[in-house]
């Protein structure tokens, strides 16, 4: 929206800042930020008193995890509240690609408010039927995947990008839409089965988004493109002003969700979240990339598909519990140790992600 006011520029005063994505995400960022500070604990307050109990904890889980019982859930409002706002007051309202990526985020962030919604009024872990949350999600990322290949470039479109090696595509034809749907759902699902421990999904999330921010300028500028051999994506640049909300609405949320959490985000926040990262990678043509920057959620979501395979298999485990972040905790690792080597190893897989970009 602000991005209008270069019209009233004559080119060489204030207005112009607004030219440039670089100010905007930093605009982006601190106007998440401090929406972040301004809402967190009243909606806290509100979460709290409506929600009575608060988050029901599994009887199976983790002895650790009971003291937790009464902490709100539905944090992930916070998120998608600041990242909406500071998204629509700083990115251009005629690309594309935003708006891609907002609706994606919005309409996880949907799936995940109703079920949060049904656990809580229910006071049950179950909440929506899996298949149905599936089903709608399969749905939004349908919409997503043709979004995308409509707005690629030609010579792109229905095309997978090799990182590392240079100049390469696999044309996917018919199958680019179904590997696109696997991206968004995968994400989406992998960040909330992520979301296990008091800030172990948001800072991983946050790494990634950052580092998909950095990819999606320089495939969206054609001298960068041109000095780093990477596929050339107009419009993508403008990506990076929702990557600069999502990290600052981020820290607002962890600041409140830092061990002990105040509050849980929920699965409003961790689908909203992955869906965002499956959309930037699709419409950025960096899908490969994305399973090394978010290399942890893809452990994470592993784990649990070997751990039921195994189990219907052979009647044993090969974790103690899974996700991988529970078996650690089974083995007496601390959680505030456990989240802060998680963390870590984000940030070691996002440095690689970012290499893919030179390393021709």
Not at 8 to 34: C, E, K, M, Q, W
Not at 121 to 147: C, D, E, H, M, Y
Not at 250 to 263: D, I, K, M, Q, R
Request: charged share 15%; proline share 4%; net charge positive.
């Amino acid at each position: 929206m602000l991005y209008w006011l270069t019209a009233l520029s004559d080119g060489g005063d204030f207005y112009n800042l607004f030219r440039y994505i670089t100010f905007r995400a930093g605009g982006a960022f601190l106007t998440a930020l401090v929406f972040g500070f301004l809402f967190g604990k009243p909606l806290i307050n509100v979460l709290r008193k409506r929600q009575g109990k608060g988050q029901p904890i599994r009887n199976d889980g983790p002895e650790g995890h009971f003291s937790k019982a009464g902490t709100p859930t539905m944090g992930g409002l916070l998120i998608v509240g600041a990242l909406l706002t500071a998204t629509l007051m700083w990115a251009r309202w005629d690309n594309p690609f935003v708006w891609l990526v907002l609706f994606v985020t919005m309409a996880y962030g949907l799936i995940g408010f109703a079920d949060d919604y049904a656990k809580v009024s229910k006071q049950n872990t179950k909440g929506v039927p899996g298949k149905v949350r599936l089903l709608l999600g399969v749905l939004i990322a349908v919409t997503a995947s043709l979004w995308a290949a409509a707005y690629h470039p030609e010579p792109l479109q229905n095309q997978l990008a090799l990182p590392v090696f240079k100049d390469t595509l696999i044309n996917l034809g018919i199958f680019y839409v179904p590997f696109s749907i696997c991206v968004i759902v995968g994400a989406a699902n992998a960040v909330n089965l992520t979301d296990g421990l008091d800030g172990l999904a948001i800072m991983p999330s946050m790494i990634a988004a950052g580092t998909l921010g950095v990819i999606a300028y320089a495939v969206g500028r054609v001298d960068f493109t041109e000095y780093l051999d990477v596929h050339y994506v107009p419009g993508t640049g403008e990506i990076l002003i929702f990557t600069a909300a999502l990290f600052g609405a981020g820290l607002g949320f962890l600041w409140y969700n830092a061990p002990p959490a105040a509050v849980f985000m929920g699965d409003t926040g961790s689908l909203a979240l992955g869906g965002a990262l499956g959309a930037i990678a699709v419409a950025t043509k960096h899908e490969l990339v994305l399973a090394i920057v978010g290399g942890l959620f893809v452990v994470e979501a592993l784990s649990v598909i070997i751990q039921v395979l195994y189990f219907k298999r052979t009647g044993r485990r090969v974790f103690l519990m899974a996700p991988i972040h529970h078996h650690y905790e089974k083995k007496g690792w601390a959680e505030p140790t456990i989240v802060i080597r998680f963390w870590i190893i984000s940030l070691i897989l996002a440095m690689i992600g970012l290499a893919t970009l030179k390393v021709r």
